[in-house]
Structures are given as C-alpha cells and as structure tokens.
C-alpha cells in the first residue's frame, strides 16, 4: 500500500515547495494540512504552536504518512525538536537558509526576511551562530506579509508598499543575499524582484527540502518504487480556505 509524505503549514505556504519535490519524487503521493484556522503562526505563542503541531502530527498519522514535512519556518524552529522526541515518524523541517548565503556572499551583508517567530527562535539563533558569525545579518520581521498571500492580494498596490519598507533600508545596508525565511515568501518574489537591484541574490530553501525528503526516505528505504501516478490530497482546518486559490484540487475541510 502506498503511504503518502505529510505536510503541514498554517496555510499555503507550504505549497511553495510542492513543485521542487514533485520534480524529483514524482511518484510519491502527498497529503497536504493547511492550519488556516490558526493562521498566521509567525504571532502566536511555543505552546499555541506545539499544541496545534502535536494534533496535527496526529492526524498525519492516522493518514498513514510515512514522513512529516514541517512545511513551516516558524513552526520548524520553535517545535520539530519536541515533536521528535514525542514521535518516532521522520520529520524533515525548514529553516531561513543562512548557510548558503553566508557561503556566496560578496559584500557580506545577508538579509533575512522572516517570521517574529522563526527570528525569535533558538534554533535560528543557533544557525546564525553557526553560520553568520562572519558576515552582518540583516533581521527584518515580515510582519503582514502572510496575511499578503494568505488574502491573495500578492499584486496589491499595498504589498508593494510593505515590501519596500522592509526591502529598502536592508539595500541600503548593503545586502547582496537575501534569505527567504517563511515558506509563504516564495510566492512574493516577483514582487520583490521589482524592488530589490537585479544583483541581490534571493534564496530560499525549496530544492534543499526536496533533497532532504529524497534523502530521508532513501535512507529508512521508504521511496515509492511503484511507477504509478501520485495521488496529492489537500486539507484545511477552515471551512473557508484560500489553498482552492492556489492548487486545481478539491478542498476537505477538517476541523482539528
């Protein structure tokens, strides 16, 4: 029997990595939780997050999932070490790719663009630690910037706007990398790239989660070996979601 790869998000910006994933695990079936019901999780307290990650753990399992993807910046940081010890399914997690930043940086002045909760967090502390102790790193917190996408409003004069309040000053500083930081901020670069000067590398980590999952299963020999078409399946804890925006895909409400 087939088993499918979980994802959870507070919504859809975990669908941001669906594309890299599918190029190189096409047969694997996906089950998709989108948490719109506690959208956004960039505000919300530890406990609120590990309370919804638990219940939503839960029922990924009860789907038979074989691997957790916690398609979350924030949700990653705060809680994938708790949920490990608690369960024993793999969890593979996303973190603001510093590492790579910090590796190709010229001027070496590093935005990062993220979640009050992912910047807060000790698990970027800890990576900053890691691999920015030699170059500057500009925080910026993209408040509003979920709600952005969530709404749809990407091309909205006003998400210009609140772009360019925290793009510009992070120019100014000098950046030439800027780091993704919250799986919702993919569906904003062409917004960005308006803003930003065409030299100003934008990073994020959707091929590195990718390769990860690939690695992960290969290593707990999980891979689909059937050759048969995979079968995506989305699900939200909202009776009104935004994901029928997004993906070409029935909708199951499940209230959690």
């Known amino acids: 029997m087939k088993q499918p790869i979980g994802f959870f998000d507070s919504g859809v910006g975990g669908l941001s990595l669906l594309p890299a994933v599918s190029a190189i695990l096409p047969n694997e079936d996906i089950c ?131 772009l360019e309040s925290f793009l510009n000053p992070m120019v100014d500083r000098g950046m030439d990398s800027l780091v993704l930081g919250c799986t919702h901020y993919p569906f904003l670069i062409p917004v960005i790239k308006k803003i930003i000067p065409q030299h100003v590398r934008i990073i994020d980590n959707s091929q590195a989660v990718a390769q990860q999952i690939k690695r992960r299963l290969t290593e707990l020999d999980l891979c689909d070996t059937s050759n048969t078409t995979s079968l995506h399946t989305y699900f939200s804890s909202s009776s009104k979601s935004n994901l029928s925006r997004f993906v070409k895909h029935t909708i199951n409400f499940l209230p959690l």
């Open 32 to 162: 998709y939780l989108a948490d719109e019901a506690f959208s956004p999780y960039g505000d919300k307290t530890h406990k609120e997050i590990l309370d919804r990650a638990r219940a939503i753990t839960l029922k990924l399992l009860s789907f038979d999932c074989k691997l957790i993807v916690l398609a979350c910046n924030t949700a990653t940081t705060q809680v994938i070490n708790q949920l490990r010890k608690e369960f024993t399914v793999p969890f593979v997690g996303i973190e603001p790719a510093i590492k790579p930043a910090a590796l190709t940086t010229q001027t070496g002045v590093v935005g990062v663009l993220a979640t009050k909760g992912t910047l807060n967090s000790q698990l970027f502390h800890k990576s900053s630690l890691e691999h920015g102790s030699k170059i500057q790193l500009v925080e910026q917190i993209g408040t509003g910037l979920v709600a952005c996408v969530e709404s749809n409003k990407i091309d909205d004069p006003s998400t210009f706007t609140l």
